[in-house]
């Protein structure tokens, strides 16, 4: 074919996605977090790490995530058609094709995985295998289109990264890293309602059943509010455990109360001057969520820098 | 119509192409990285024939 009929005739084609196209599949936004939590996990380690493979365990721990995303949006193209939020991902786009996506996502997967192992321990390894296994079957096939507590139980995904961060650095599992995954699965619940409650429509048309859809709005601002305070009893108690302090105390109590704060303010609401004021409440929730994990998470760091000096803790 | 006017096409592979071989080109420095990280380590030594450790 020649460069004239390609100018004038040819349409994308699979095979034709630009680089950026593939990295979009990744999902770099959450990669964001992924990045930011495993780095956290890894640096608040008692165990130094050469910063060489420091680097390396985070990158691929992040690309082990990307091909979470992948798949991800491999799997849900025909619900991410539907939905407004989701409707411009590469795949309902139309610039990569369903079976590129599903090949790039895999071998993404198994190229992390192998990585992490030889760059640090199998430990790491298998523990972002399974994360990748619990994010694409677990949630992504299974859970989500079955029960309005896909969020919940697929929370878990996304809480495995300072887990892993600091699997990478020690070898092992220990109380702090459970501690640091446990923060992160109480925040997703209510971080992914308060999105649901003015993302409505798009949930709704797309059949998933989030809460908002199965058991109603009212009931939906109630978990908001019942997993925001489990979540600040939770956050504010690890400030009494090795990965706290007074700083990281100081941090927490700020940052739930605002949050607890926001969850009462969502509880009161009702529909209608939700629907009034187009949900300012609702994502300002959302937006102070984001806040928050970056803001306990470098408390935590800053905590594990001191400590490694002598100071700081209890 | 010009045969030297770029269609998107060229565009979107020139991109991936040149993405591709940087991606590839970081990984190979990355691989070298850890290779010297991982022997320069105080711990290394070569695996013997009678099963030294590594």
Known sequence: MSDASLNSTVSTQPGDAGFGDFFALLKPRVMTLVVFTALVGLLAAPVGVHPVVGFAAILFIAVGGGASGALNMWWESDIDRIMKRTRKRPIPAGKIAEGEALGFGVALAGFSVVMLWL????????????????????????????????????????????????????????????????????????????????MKSDYHEAGVPMLTVTHGRKSTRKHILVYTVLLAVLAIGAAFTSIGGPIYLTVAVIYNAI?????????RRDEA?????????????????????????TAILVQSTLASFGIGGW | MSLSKQHELHKRRFSRNMGLGL???????LVFGLTVAKVSNEDFSVPTENGGQN
Do not use: C
Request: proline share 4%; net charge neutral.
């Open chain 1, 273 to 297: 001057t939700a629907e009034a004021d187009n949900y300012i409440v609702e994502k300002k929730v959302f937006k102070h969520s984001l806040y928050y994990l970056f803001a306990l998470f």
């Open chain 1, 259 to 267: 949050f607890l704060k926001g969850a009462y303010d969502i509880w």
């Open chain 2, 23 to 29: 991606v590839l080109a970081g990984f190979v420095a």
């Open chain 1, 119 to 198: 760059a640090t321990n199998w430990v790491a390894a298998a523990i972002l295998a399974f994360t990748i296994f619990f994010y694409v079957v677990i949630y992504t096939m299974w859970l989500k289109r079955w029960t309005p507590q896909n969020i919940v139980i697929g929370g878990a995904a996304g809480a495995f990264p300072p887990m892993i961060g600091w699997a990478a650095a020690t070898g092992t599992v220990s109380i702090e890293s459970v501690l640091m995954f446990s923060l992160v699965f109480m925040w997703t619940p209510p971080h992914f309602w308060a999105l649901a409650l003015f």
